[in-house]
């Protein structure tokens, strides 16, 4: 029984001096460890970049709801003389002004009596959207009332 115990307990010896070759290497360690910074590279960049057009969207968003707005509270066909886009009157015409837009400006062509109007939006990424009485949303500015696009 003392052979065969013994016999037994050597055999698991051999065993566990064998198998000590278990883990990774720090070679091995070092290429994922490179692999998961390559591609952190190249992921937060794109990553950046869809946030931002996000950004953007909501601005362009805010700047359609505020052109019209400005639509529905124009009486008779004018154009109201001076707006403040936050008002009651036109959050209710349907109005807003996200968390990424930091302006939302309207301005007209005449004080006294407006026929054209535009509206800018200053996004937090520093793009300025402007829409007017005629056209849609597109990157540029507004200066009484007329829109100039970027270049």
Not at 18 to 24: A, N, S
Not at 48 to 77: C, R
Request: hydrophobic share 40%; glycine share 8%; proline share 2%.
């Amino acid at each position: 029984m003392y052979f065969t115990l013994m016999g037994k307990l050597s055999a698991r010896r051999q065993n566990l001096a064998e198998d000590k070759d278990k883990g990774f290497t720090l070679i091995e360690l070092l290429v994922v460890v490179i692999i998961i910074g390559i591609l952190a590279a190249i992921a937060i960049p794109v990553y950046l970049g869809v946030q931002n057009n996000a950004k953007d969207s909501a601005v362009k968003s805010d700047v359609t709801n505020a052109k019209t707005a400005v639509i529905s509270i124009a009486t008779s066909g004018a154009l109201p003389g001076t707006a403040t886009l936050d008002s009651a009157d036109y959050l209710a015409a349907g109005s807003s002004k996200s968390a990424d837009t930091t302006t939302l400006v309207y301005t007209v062509d005449s004080a006294t009596k407006p026929t054209k109007f535009c509206i800018q939006g200053t996004s937090s990424t520093g793009k300025n959207f402007s829409a007017t009485d005629t056209s849609g949303v597109a990157e540029g500015t507004c200066a009484a009332g007329v829109f100039t696009k970027k270049s």
